[in-house]
């Protein structure tokens, strides 16, 4: 087990640096640089331009500036938004929590009602119920979501008026964001409604965010359901008189569940990526939002450090799956 | 920081006891959180404002930080506006310069020195970690001149220390001096007349700050927090910022002036207009920023929206590079304004919102020249002309679009289009070329075009803010490289004069002088729109484009 973790872990470094690499080179592609692009008409002065292009390192030839940008992270430092002037890390952090919220709920979402319905339609098999499934998952699958969520924003907050547009809580509410997590945060809010409000606010994100897990997920248990469902052990179970109900959920969601949790632990890094649409939809204050945000604004520290630690995050959850997994399945830690 | 304000919404505050009743029965979290959303959902626990005194206004983008020395943005100083004064201000919905925190000021005879004389009992703002002992005074004001100004300051290396607005103005080549009098008497001496430095006083980078709150922050070791938890004398006080969603503000009770009608402010930050536009509707914003031109029909077919309209300070133009051939030949300037329909490309591009222009200033703007009679769309006499300058068949050209939307010109691409389709008429035959928009604008700085789009947004409401970057001969890099001794000597002259009616005189001939000359064609101003709640009322558009609550109430 020690000896599979340490492989996975060094792994890790050599990604590290391709993704500081990759990062670094294709905003560095992009025309424009951060400077130029916050003036506007009335220009700025070539003296001054020369000062900021300086401070900022970029009057370094390309790959200089990609040296000192690794030597920095090798302190730990991750630089400062050219924009705000604020560290990245600590943008990083009063942003990340947003997020996490989003795709925590997210993927319990998808969990809740995808699981039972992979479930479902694998024991009724060949039954309009797994026809129709089946379809909509395709659907939810392939959903783009920037579509989908204006959709669900025009029918659900404009025409029908439930749940509220965008952002995280209604405004009128003044929550300290002690956690950052405003589903937490709301309680501490002595005013009434705080933490309903988060809730709406949250629910249509949350299944924008969740439909694309949700549809792999369900498709992912009914195979694997129905892989299962056919091995001899199931039969022997049922021939031993077991009622349906505990043969499929004790003796064979258990096992259909070792590929659907590598499904789940891959959907994280797929949540990460459409969050940034989600959030930028419903102006939900989050690492997706802000990244969005850098681009537009050439601010490669940010981007750059941004799109690390979303890297690092990704590589520590797939790492996380590994483990789980070998737990599932031990003939995969030899 | 806890706003003194109680908002207890009906709707919100049912819904949540439903939550707690649903907590002390059952102790499963699951169980609360779906009760919850679905809740939410059908009782949409979560409407708009339930009280009146909180004003939601949806903005277009997150602040850089919050202090307007630092930067040059309108979203910026927006969210800054509430928090702070300067010595003087614009009037409400106009360009005209009135007292602030200067009641009054006097000139000397020579346009050199300018006293202003302070107001007395301002009170300063407080938070957790300032409670200022003395009102405003002259120690202020230096203290915020000389931050942006000297070196020595010891605030001015503080968040960067870019002050690329107060050098934009020429402010460290204008100013000679600044003197504290007294208390309440501050002298600002000035190397050479400048007829608009009062007007350029009441522009964002010219905000005090105050010293009390910087020495006691030096004291704490973070300098850094005067530009990120604001201390001012303005009519709202800074509560919070939750990056990227919203900036809080409630109302200054000590405020000097006329106190907010509204308790609390909020700017919830959208970047889609779309999503603004949807909250606008759902009532959770009572005012939005800039609508898609595609949204104005349904805006204004809404009852409960009003949409509010006025031309903003700014200039769309084509202009055409005197120093490159065949458009340093007059005859030729004034056959491209001939030869381009302005009214089709208003139609099609600008679809109502743009007002034809005809001088470089808005009509808005004192001085504008309204005898100048635009040049009619006539291609046989643009052709004629053509010929007489020597070109009966035309000539190749290219013309320069930008990549980029900006408020006086939504789309330059289609603009270029309907442009090379009325020059092909004429036989001139224009290649429509466009570039990254930085290296857009820096090419057309160094003259590399023939025709190229451009535009401006005034700041300080002074015609002399048109006159002289877009055309003068000081100008370096104007998109024209235009440099007529004539209609230089006017505004040069204009700049130098401290009486408005003589100024004025000046810039109406200087806008006939360009007329005549045409090194632009010059195609709109745009006009700016502002939906808001039909219950929103005691609002002013600026026509500077910027945004102010201090007068807004609901009704």
């Not at chain 1, 925590?104 to 339609?121: N, R």
């Not at chain 2, 290219?398 to 442009?419: K, S, T």
Request: net charge neutral; glycine share 8%.
């Amino acid at each position: 087990m020690l000896r599979f973790l340490l492989r996975r872990v060094t792994l890790i470094i050599p990604t590290f640096v391709g993704v500081t690499f990759l990062s670094f080179m294709l905003i560095h592609l992009v025309p424009g640089d951060p400077i130029e692009v916050r003036v506007g008409e009335h220009g700025i002065a070539p003296e001054r331009l020369a000062q900021l292009r300086h401070e900022f390192g970029l009057d370094q030839p390309l790959w200089q500036q990609f040296l000192t940008y690794e030597v920095q992270l090798a302190h730990g430092d991750l630089g400062v938004s050219v924009v705000t002037r604020d560290t990245v890390w600590n943008e990083f952090t009063t942003l990340f929590p947003a997020t996490v919220e989003l795709a925590v709920c997210a993927i319990i979402f998808a969990m809740v009602v995808g699981l039972p319905l992979g479930v479902i339609a694998a024991v009724r098999r060949g039954s309009a119920f797994d026809y129709g499934l089946m379809g909509l998952s395709v659907t939810g699958a392939s959903m783009p979501i920037f579509w989908w969520g204006l959709m669900v924003i025009l029918v659900f907050s404009v025409s029908l008026g439930w749940t509220p547009v965008s952002g995280r809580i209604s405004d009128i509410y003044f929550v300290e964001p002690w956690s950052g997590f405003m589903l937490v945060d709301c309680w501490f809010a002595d005013e009434a409604g705080a933490c309903a409000s988060a809730w709406g606010h949250l629910i249509l994100p949350m299944i924008v965010l969740g439909t694309i897990p949700l549809a792999t997920i369900a498709r992912m248990t009914r195979s694997s359901m129905l892989e299962v469902l056919n091995e001899d052990y199931i039969r022997t179970a049922r021939a031993k008189g077991l009622s349906v109900p505990r043969v499929v959920v004790v003796h064979a969601l258990r096992n259909a569940l070792i590929p659907v949790v590598t499904v789940i632990g891959l959907s994280v890094s797929s949540l990460l990526g459409g969050a940034i649409l989600t959030e930028t939809i419903f102006s939900w204050p989050g690492v997706g939002h802000w990244l969005v945000e850098s681009i537009q604004r050439r601010d490669y520290p940010v981007l750059q450090g941004g799109t690390l630690l979303v890297a690092v995050l990704v590589i520590l959850v797939n790492l996380g799956v590994d483990v789980t997994y070998s737990f599932l399945n031990p003939r995969i830690r030899r | 920081m806890r706003g003194g304000i109680t908002r207890r919404p009906e709707r919100g505050a049912a819904s949540d006891k439903i939550i707690q009743g649903v907590n002390l029965d059952m102790s499963n979290r699951v169980i609360i959180a779906s009760c919850a959303l679905v809740l939410a959902a059908v009782v949409g626990g979560v409407a708009g404002p339930a009280q009146a005194k909180t004003f939601v206004y949806c903005s277009e983008g997150s602040p850089e930080n919050f202090n307007p020395m630092l930067n040059t943005t309108g979203t910026t100083f927006d969210a800054n506006r509430p928090v702070y004064d300067r010595l003087v201000d614009f009037g409400y919905g106009t360009t005209e310069v009135v007292p602030a925190l200067a009641e009054k000021w006097d000139a000397s005879e020579d346009g050199l020195v300018f006293t202003f004389h302070l107001r007395h009992n301002v009170k300063w703002q407080s938070n957790k970690n300032f409670k200022p002992t003395r009102n405003f005074n002259a120690d202020d004001v230096l203290f915020s001149f000389e931050r942006q100004w000297k070196d020595s300051n010891p605030y001015h290396k503080v968040s960067g220390g870019g002050y690329d607005y107060f050098s934009d103005m020429d402010m460290p080549k204008l100013l000679k001096s600044i003197d504290k009098i007294d208390d309440y008497t501050v002298r600002f001496v000035l190397t050479q007349p400048n007829a608009p430095f009062v007007a350029d006083l009441a522009m964002d980078f010219a905000t005090i700050q105050s010293k009390e709150y910087a020495d006691a922050l030096t004291k704490m070791g973070k300098p850094e927090l005067i530009d990120q938890e604001p201390i001012g004398t303005g009519p709202f006080e800074f509560v919070q910022y939750v990056k990227d969603a919203t900036i809080r503000y409630r109302a200054f009770k000590d405020y000097w002036g006329t106190k907010p009608k509204i308790d609390t402010l909020v700017y919830s930050i959208n970047k889609d207009p779309s999503v603004r536009l949807a909250k606008l509707r759902a009532n959770e914003c009572q005012m939005s920023f800039g609508p898609s031109p595609a949204d104005l029909l349904s805006i204004r077919a809404d009852k409960n929206l009003t949409l509010m309209s006025q031309p903003g300070l700014n200039i769309g133009y084509l202009a055409m590079n005197v120093q490159k051939k065949p458009f340093d030949d007059v005859r030729v300037r004034q056959a491209i304004n001939m030869a381009i329909d302005k009214k089709a490309i208003l139609d099609a591009v600008y679809q109502g919102s743009g007002l034809p222009a005809k001088n470089l200033i808005p009509p808005t703007m004192w001085s504008y020249n309204n005898n100048v009679q635009d040049y009619k769309f006539d291609p046989a006499a643009a052709k004629k002309l053509l010929a007489e300058a020597g070109y009966p068949d035309g000539f190749e050209t290219d013309l320069w679009a930008m990549p980029v939307q900006r408020p006086y010109n939504p789309d330059a691409r289609r603009i270029g289009e309907l442009m090379q389709a009325d020059l092909a008429k004429v036989g001139v035959k224009a290649k429509i070329v466009s570039f990254e928009w930085g290296e857009y604008r820096k090419r057309v700085q160094a003259g590399e075009h023939m025709m190229a789009q451009l535009g401006w947004t005034g700041d300080n409401g002074d015609p002399d803010n048109f006159f002289v970057p877009l055309a003068a001969c000081s100008a370096k890099g104007s998109a024209p490289h235009w440099c007529n001794k004539e209609y230089d000597d006017l505004v040069v002259q204009a700049a130098k004069v401290p009486s408005q009616a003589e100024r004025t005189k000046l810039y109406m001939q200087a806008q006939v002088v360009m007329h005549r000359e045409a090194p632009f064609f010059l195609i709109a101003h745009s006009v700016v729109h502002l939906p808001m709640r039909s219950n929103v009322v005691g609002y002013k558009m600026s026509p500077f484009g910027t945004h102010r609550f201090d007068y807004v109430d609901l009704k």
